[in-house]
C-alpha cells in the first residue's frame, strides 16, 4: 500500500533511472498524446465503474486513473506542489 505522494516520488526514479521492464518509462517515451489517451480511457472506467460497478472495483479503476495522471504529470515536468498550490 502507498500514499498518492509515495507513487509519485517512485514513478519520478522510475523516470531518473529508467530500470528495464518498467510500464512507466514505456508510458512515458510513448509521449504526451498517448499519455492524455491513457487518462481519458481510465477516467471512462472509473465513470462507468461508478454507475455500474461495486466499491472494490471502482477503487481499482480510481488508483489506475490517479497513476495515469501521474505519468501525464512526469511527463509534463510537473511537480506536486505545482498541483498543490491549486488545491
Ligand atoms: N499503480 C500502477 C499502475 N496502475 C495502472 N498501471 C498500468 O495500467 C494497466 C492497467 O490499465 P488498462 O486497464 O489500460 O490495462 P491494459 O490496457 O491491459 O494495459 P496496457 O496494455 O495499456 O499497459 C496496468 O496493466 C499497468 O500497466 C500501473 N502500472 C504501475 N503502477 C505502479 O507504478 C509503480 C512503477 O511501476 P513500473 O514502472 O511498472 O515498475 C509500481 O509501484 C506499480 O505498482
Given at each position: 500500500m502507498k500514499t498518492f505522494d509515495e507513487l509519485f516520488a517512485e514513478l519520478s526514479e522510475r523516470a531518473r533511472?529508467?530500470?528495464?521492464?518498467s510500464g512507466t518509462v514505456a508510458a512515458l517515451d510513448a509521449g504526451v498524446h498517448a499519455q492524455g489517451k491513457k487518462v481519458l480511457e481510465e477516467a471512462g472506467e472509473v465513470w462507468l465503474a461508478a454507475e455500474h460497478e461495486d466499491d472494490e472495483h471502482l477503487a481499482e479503476e480510481v488508483s489506475q486513473l490517479l497513476y495515469r495522471v501521474q505519468v501525464l504529470m512526469i511527463g509534463r515536468g510537473l511537480s506536486l506542489d505545482d498541483i498543490y498550490r491549486y488545491l
Open positions: 533511472t529508467r530500470p528495464d521492464g
